[in-house]
Structures are given as C-alpha cells and as structure tokens.
C-alpha cells in the first residue's frame, strides 16, 4: 500500500511563504510523477502542480503560476511545494499524488491525507 | 475546459442505480476520471481514461463517454457509496468537476 505523508502546512500572513513536503514509501518513488491538489474548505478539488518523474518537466495551472514551485528529491523519496506570495484563496488543505496515465499529464491513483494551510492576518 | 456535473445532489436509496453526467466544455478524448470522496477523507481514483476501472473498485462502478459527454453508473448502491463524486480531464490542462452528491433517500 503506497503511502503518501503530507507536513509544512500552518497559519501564514498574506504575502508569505510556506514550503510543503511529502514523504512517500512502499513505491518506487524515482518511476512516479506526481502532483499537489489543493480543496479549499467545504469546497470542491483543484490541480496545482504537476512534476516528471526525473523532476525536469513541471506545469502549474496559471492560478499559481509564478508563485508556487514544485520539486522532488528522489534519493530522500520527497516532494516539495514551495509557496511564494500567499493570498487568502490558497487557505486549502493540500494533497499529494501519485499522477499515471498514457499521453497527457494524469489521472491520481493514491492520495495523501493532506496538510492544511491557512492564509490570514 | 470546463467541466460540469449533473445533478448537483442526487438521492437515491441502497439498491438504487445512480447515474451521474460530466460534460466538457469541449471534447476531452476519453482523458476522462472519476473520483469518490467520503466526508474527512482524500479523494479516491474509481474510473480512469473514461471506462477502466481503478484496481479494488467494485464491479458495480461503471464509466462510459468520450468526447464531451460522460456517465459514472453505479448499478445498484450499496450504503457505502453515498458520498461526493468528481470527474477530471488531463487532455488540456487539469481540471475537475464541481462534484455529485450522492445522498440517501
């Protein structure tokens, strides 16, 4: 069973950064991509990252692109999400996925439980 | 793409067939997933490129369509499937649906 363990999250002011981390075992973490999804309280799932197994191809959705980042350290099985410039509508708590699928970016077969990050003064 | 999911709320007693709609606002191949999502949990992948079932889903979850137009079908609920389902499309980008509730009747 893949295992999936989101940390970082937490209360930041607007304008301010976090970084995510997501620890991954009982998977061959090098041959996946991966992705971070996001749900906003009470509400509905939305796509923010996405990075290649090697970490050399990454696309973001234009909602944060520019101000978030992800990347991967394949020797430590992680994967990270560096958040620059946090508006109150990023307050979500935050998934990290296992992303698979022939042709076009993926579908998300195992989900972390989520790290919470809330933005407010 | 925007995707959009019909009904909104569907209610529906154990036994029941429930038949869900995701339309594309424009043709997504057969890019097409479903997900179910119970109350304090993460989302779990049932349906992949529009008719596969994802491994240890039951036979009782089904996916049809390509193009615009999709259906998740669960033919005869059980009590454990009352929950909030999504669709997704990886043809253009990444986007998901608004969700399906699917409550007891």
């Not at chain 1, 939305?46 to 978030?68: C, H, L, M, Q």
């Amino acid at each position: 069973q893949v295992q999936l363990v989101e940390s970082g999250g937490g209360l930041v002011k607007p304008g301010g950064s976090l970084r995510l981390s997501c620890a991954a075992s009982r998977l061959t973490f090098s041959d996946r991509y991966m992705s971070w999804i996001r749900q906003a309280p009470g509400k509905g799932l939305e796509w923010v990252a996405y990075i290649s197994n090697s970490g050399s191809n990454t696309v973001y959705p234009d909602s944060v692109k520019g101000r978030f980042t992800v990347s991967r350290d394949n020797a430590k099985n992680s994967l990270f999400l560096q958040m620059n410039s946090l508006r109150a509508e990023d307050t979500a708590l935050y998934y990290c996925v296992t992303t698979t699928g022939a042709g076009p970016l993926g579908h998300f077969d195992n989900w972390g439980q989520g790290s919470l990050v809330t933005v407010s003064s | 793409i925007v995707l959009t999911q019909s009904p909104a709320t569907l209610s529906l007693s154990p036994g029941e067939r429930a038949t869900l709609s995701c339309r594309a606002s424009q043709s997504v191949s057969s890019y097409l997933a479903w997900y179910q999502q119970k109350p304090g949990q993460a989302p779990r992948l049932l349906i992949y490129d529009a008719s596969n079932r994802a491994t240890g889903i039951p036979a009782r979850f089904s996916g049809s369509g390509s193009g615009t137009d999709f259906t998740l079908t669960i033919s005869s609920l059980e009590s454990e499937d009352f929950a909030v389902y999504y669709c997704q499309q990886r043809s253009n980008s990444i986007t998901f649906g608004q969700g399906t509730r699917l409550e007891i009747k």
